[in-house]
């Protein structure tokens, strides 16, 4: 069974190529590293991976590659944290609809050339950004206001492509929706404006290492965004791509969508505090002040993950805390390193 994965050097899917690796499928990876610039992970020399330079809006590219696959995991699009959403507004939405269509339409004559099965589709919780169902289940999105932020918006119109092709050309597909992901490999992008966060800059997409890379750098007290009062539910990488897996090969994931989250509820305050006292064992004080929050922060991310349990028996398993032990000596290396 071969599976291409679209955007595989980037943080999730590097993740989830070696789940796919472990489980004994053959994998084609598809990147142009331009979110890090080159990066090199455990699985390249693998052999039973392929790796493939070049852009995933070439359509011709994608048809070729294809042709030897029976999945397909449309992962590839501009991504990153809120200050990213800002800066690259347009962009964003432009870019990731041409990602897209082009997923699609190459989709579409693999399917009809029979060979490809299905396509997985890469979603976001943002499609939620809306919301007031809390937790919040499969079908919210629907309900919901659209999402404010253009990227929230694009992924939504993502899963509109999905039904779409089935409606039109009967391509089977599986949406996903990663929560909050937790785990070690990102790095700062290769392009963007760091953003100050009192004496250090935001060099990372996700609160989780750039909260640890304040704390290992002695910034006191520790800047966050906002009140602090904000609900996520952090989810290991390493269980995300467990859930895609199983979205994947899983028969009940016909057409379906699923939320894929840990059920742990954390406020960013809470977890300021978890990764100060981890790093400063020696009791310092927690002190925290207060950035003003950016215009799409949303305060409240908490989803309701019992389709994915029903249907798939999908469980996140990674506390919080263990996540948060992976990722400091990782930061630690990297500061060392001088690429943070």
Not at 2 to 29: Q, S
Not at 217 to 232: A, F, N, Y
Not at 277 to 302: L, M, N, T
Request: glycine content about 8%.
């Amino acid at each position: 069974m071969k599976i291409l994965v679209t955007g595989a050097a980037g943080f999730i899917c590097g993740y989830l190529v070696d789940e796919l690796l472990r489980a004994n499928y053959e994998v084609v990876g598809l990147d142009n590293f331009s979110k890090y610039g080159a990066v090199e992970h455990p699985f390249d020399h693998h052999p039973r991976y392929t790796f493939v330079q070049g852009d995933a809006k070439d359509l011709r590219l994608l048809k070729d590659l294809l042709v030897a696959c029976d999945h397909f995991v449309g992962a590839a699009a501009m991504i990153g944290g809120i200050n990213y959403f800002h800066q690259y507004a347009y962009d964003l939405l432009a870019e990731n609809a041409r990602l897209t269509a082009t997923a699609f339409d190459a989709a579409i004559v693999a399917h009809r050339n029979g060979r490809l099965k299905k396509i997985t589709v890469i979603s976001s919780s943002m499609v939620y950004e809306s919301t007031t169902e809390f937790p919040t289940p499969e079908g919210a999105e629907r309900r919901s206001r659209p999402p404010q932020s253009t990227y929230g918006f694009q992924k939504l119109a993502t899963e509109y492509f999905a039904q779409g092709a089935w409606d039109q050309y009967r391509l089977p597909f599986t949406v996903v929706r990663p929560f909050n992901a937790v785990g070690i490999g990102e790095r700062g992008p290769a392009e963007g404006q760091p953003v100050a966060s009192g004496n250090l800059k935001l060099v990372m997409s996700h609160v989780v290492p750039d909260l640890v890379q304040k704390a290992l750098k002695g910034q006191d007290p520790l800047h966050i965004l906002g009140s602090g009062s904000q609900v996520r539910h952090y989810t290991h990488a390493g269980d995300l791509a467990r859930g895609i897996r199983l979205c994947i090969e899983h028969p009940a994931a016909l057409n379906q969508d699923f939320n894929l989250s840990s059920t742990e509820r954390t406020t960013v305050l809470g977890l300021a505090e978890m990764i100060w006292r981890k790093i400063h064992a020696d009791g310092r004080p927690f002190r925290y002040v207060s950035d003003p929050p950016y215009e799409y922060d949303v305060q409240e991310r908490s989803p309701d993950a019992s389709k994915a349990a029903r249907l798939l028996g999908f469980q996140a398993t990674t506390p919080l805390s263990e996540a948060v032990d992976e990722v400091i000596p990782w930061v630690a290396e990297q500061i060392s390193l001088g690429q943070i």
